[in-house]
């Protein structure tokens, strides 16, 4: 499969021994280059699917660029022959440079970046020079001294076109010639005889837009270009002109001796692979995204385990999720990261305030994506899509994967049309697939027939509703909807207690709808003896959602892992793909609104040795526990 021996090392000691399917199939095709869409059950090995892959490619990157000292210091001899061109050193940090010296690009969509070339003219002579837009996006080209600012044409020693058909200087902007951009070549006109600078478009000339101050005559006015998300190829004379200028006029790359200034900026601090950029530490290769912070995390202790053997560099991981020592967060990032693992909300933070920075990201992974979606993260994904680098600054394509339980959602194909080149689809389940060994029961709750609710009621020993019904008239003696609608969620508590004492279950995921749903199905278990401190109760429990605090749901599901407690009771966020292995039992107290969320809960079930799972359904009255077992007998 091309994977490292040092990570096929780890996984060997992980009791790895032969790849799964779904790592089968995309770890080729994420180490290939491509975009990949990945689809397997919970518990299939998803994450090392994903997680490998990119964690080779961050270390090859990393130790490419470590080793790359002599192609730097060629490079480096290059740049600083006498050819005209942009300097590397005279530059903002996300403009990249070419090995050349004439193609600038810059992907940050949000500000402008900027260069200057490595040569300027100064007192006399007629110049010119052509830039020609290469890829859609902003562009401004003109003339600046080494004294202006990379923003061209916004400070008193600077002068710019844009290609809103816009000129500026002094951050005045008025009209001038016509708008351009990708294809359109302008040139850029540079008359120190009579103090003038004025540009044209494919030939077309604009006629004059500035005045040059005598004493920008004599300091040098360098060809200047600032970008945002767009990129721009030149030429300063050294080949032949599309559009050759008028008599009298020469490419500024044929400048006497006598009039030419020397660009001053030098420096050797920077990263070189094709691309010239500065390497910013808290600007990772790779970001990959959880929807939950127990999945974030889960991510995270896997990259550790796989990277054990990766040394001289060894990638830096980094996790980024809510509720955790914000200042300890920062520290990690500055101090240097090349993988982020993190959940949607402390991303988009550290994004905003610019902490975490997009500008050198080659792998954008979306796990249980899905999920991403249906809680409203659409719009963000989109959004931190948008703000990365099409193209990496070695000259490789963004890479983006996406996995989850289930990939045959709406929201998902249009996701993949939108943002991914040309993803290959890897399905090994197919739609709304549940392991064949999974025996789904049903327990009909038909408070009709089963009256047990009315002592229940009286006696006020039953498990605590949600309220719904608080303010209505609830006679024991009368059939109203909403009396029975009260008499099923009280019989469901008994029907769990029973279910759990009648297939002698030991540890099993109950789900409910709501939050509080679960706090009162935890406090019933703590009412029969159970509860998360009592070992030698066979209620044992813990609960697990968003609204208990991070250390609480960390700790929950460790002592559910460990074995410590029997029951979890969650909400949908242990069903997206935590590692939970040999669990037996399954119990819905409440099915999902969406289907794909029903296959992520019992995804993790059906997979070993194990006998049976337990769930639940709703009907008219909300009124069947479905419960689901695997066996490998044919009974349920």
Request: hydrophobic content about 35%; aromatic content about 12%; glycine content about 8%.
């Given at each position: 499969m091309g994977v490292l021996p040092e990570l096929s090392k780890a996984v060997q000691e992980m009791d790895w021994i032969l790849p799964t399917d779904i790592q089968s199939e995309a770890v080729p095709l994420i180490l290939g280059g491509g975009d990949v869409l990945m689809?397997?059950?919970?518990?299939?090995?998803?994450?090392?699917?994903?997680?490998?892959?990119?964690?080779?490619?961050?270390?090859?990157?990393l130790k490419l660029l470590q080793s790359n000292k002599q192609n730097k210091a060629n490079i480096l001899s290059k740049h600083s022959s006498g050819q005209m061109k942009l300097n590397v050193y005279d530059r903002t940090d996300a403009m990249a440079i070419d090995t050349n010296g004439l193609l600038c690009q810059s992907r940050d969509p949000g500000g402008w970046h900027g260069a200057r070339a490595n040569r300027g003219v100064k007192c006399s002579g007629r110049y010119y020079y052509e830039a020609h837009v290469t890829d859609e996006g902003l562009c401004r080209v003109g003339w600046s001294t080494l004294n202006a600012s990379h923003d061209v044409g916004t400070d008193a020693e600077s002068f710019g076109?844009?290609?809103?058909?816009?000129?500026?200087?002094?951050?005045?902007?008025?009209?001038?010639?016509?708008?351009?951009?990708?294809?359109?070549?302008?040139?850029?006109?540079?008359?120190?005889?009579?103090?003038?600078?004025?540009?044209?478009?494919?030939?077309?000339?604009?006629?004059?837009?500035?005045?040059?101050?005598?004493?920008?005559?004599?300091?040098?006015?360098?060809?200047?270009?600032?970008?945002?998300?767009?990129?721009?190829?030149?030429?300063?004379?050294?080949?032949?002109?599309?559009?050759?200028?008028?008599?009298?006029?020469?490419?500024?790359?044929?400048?006497?001796?006598?009039?030419?200034?020397?660009?001053?900026?030098?420096?050797?601090?920077?990263?070189?692979?094709?691309?010239?950029?500065?390497?910013?530490?808290?600007?990772?290769?790779?970001?990959?995204?959880?929807?939950?912070?127990?999945?974030?995390?889960?991510?995270?202790?896997?990259?550790?385990?796989?990277?054990?053997?990766?040394?001289?560099?060894?990638?830096?991981?980094?996790l980024l999720i809510g509720g955790a020592n914000s200042k300890q967060q920062m520290d990690e990032l500055h101090s240097g990261v090349d993988i982020v693992v993190a959940t949607p909300g402390r991303l988009d933070d550290l994004i905003s305030t610019q902490s975490l920075l997009l500008s050198n990201c080659r792998f954008f992974v979306l796990d249980e994506c899905d999920g991403l979606l249906s809680a409203g993260y659409g719009d963000m994904v989109s959004r931190i899509h948008k703000q990365i680098p099409k193209a990496t600054a070695d000259g490789n394509r963004l890479q983006m994967i996406?996995?989850?339980?289930?990939?045959?959602?709406?929201?998902?194909?249009?996701?993949?049309?939108?943002?991914?080149?040309?993803?290959?689809?890897?399905d090994l389940k197919g739609q709304d697939s549940v392991p064949e060994t999974v025996h789904h029961v049903v327990c009909l709750i038909d408070p009709n027939n089963d009256t047990s609710w009315k002592e229940l009621m009286k006696s006020n020993k039953h498990i605590q509703t949600d309220g719904v019904h608080m303010k209505d008239q609830l006679n024991p003696n009368s059939s109203t909807p909403e009396l029975l609608s009260e008499a099923v969620k009280l019989l469901k508590g008994e029907y769990v207690i029973r279910?759990?004492?009648?297939?002698?279950?030991?540890?099993?995921?109950?789900?409910?709808?709501?939050?509080?749903?679960?706090?009162?199905?935890?406090?019933?278990?703590?009412?029969?003896?159970?509860?998360?401190?009592?070992?030698?109760?066979?209620?044992?429990?813990?609960?697990?959602?968003?609204?208990?605090?991070?250390?609480?749901?960390?700790?929950?599901?460790?002592?559910?892992?460990?074995?410590?407690?029997?029951?979890?009771?969650?909400?949908?966020?242990?069903?997206?793909?935590?590692?939970?292995?040999g669990l037996p039992y399954v119990i819905n107290v409440t099915l999902p609104d969406e289907k794909q969320n029903y296959v992520h809960r019992i995804g993790r079930n059906g997979s070993g040795d194990q006998s049976s799972v337990n769930g639940q359904r709703k009907s008219?009255?909300?009124?069947?526990?479905?419960?689901?077992?695997?066996?490998?007998?044919?009974s349920a």
């Open positions: 689809a397997a059950e919970t518990g299939s090995g998803k994450t090392g699917a994903f997680c490998l892959p990119v964690l080779q490619i961050v270390y090859e990157t076109f844009g290609g809103t058909g816009k000129m500026s200087h002094r951050r005045q902007f008025d009209s001038y010639g016509e708008a351009f951009g990708k294809g359109d070549t302008i040139g850029c006109f540079l008359d120190l005889d009579n103090g003038s600078i004025s540009w044209s478009k494919n030939g077309k000339m604009f006629g004059k837009a500035y005045d040059i101050p005598a004493p920008l005559r004599s300091k040098g006015l360098f060809p200047s270009v600032c970008l945002k998300n767009a990129e721009l190829r030149f030429n300063f004379g050294d080949s032949a002109f599309d559009f050759p200028p008028p008599n009298g006029w020469i490419g500024i790359s044929s400048c006497p001796e006598t009039n030419y200034v020397e660009n001053t900026f030098k420096g050797k601090s920077f990263t070189v692979h094709f691309y010239f950029y500065k390497s910013k530490p808290n600007a990772p290769l790779a970001l990959i995204i959880e929807p939950s912070r127990e999945l974030a995390e889960q991510t995270y202790e896997q990259i550790k385990k796989f990277k054990r053997y990766l040394k001289d560099p060894c990638p830096r991981e980094c996406v996995c989850s339980a289930t990939l045959h959602s709406m929201d998902v194909k249009r996701l993949a049309n939108k943002l991914m080149h040309f993803p290959v689809w890897i279910a759990i004492k009648q297939q002698n279950m030991d540890r099993a995921l109950i789900f409910c709808r709501t939050k509080l749903d679960c706090d009162n199905l935890e406090q019933y278990f703590i009412s029969m003896g159970g509860g998360p401190n009592r070992r030698d109760s066979p209620f044992t429990c813990v609960c697990l959602h968003s609204d208990r605090a991070p250390p609480e749901r960390k700790a929950n599901l460790q002592k559910f892992k460990n074995g410590d407690v029997h029951f979890l009771i969650c909400t949908d966020v242990a069903a997206r793909g935590i590692d939970i292995t008219k009255h909300s009124n069947l526990l479905y419960m689901l077992g695997y066996s490998k007998q044919s």
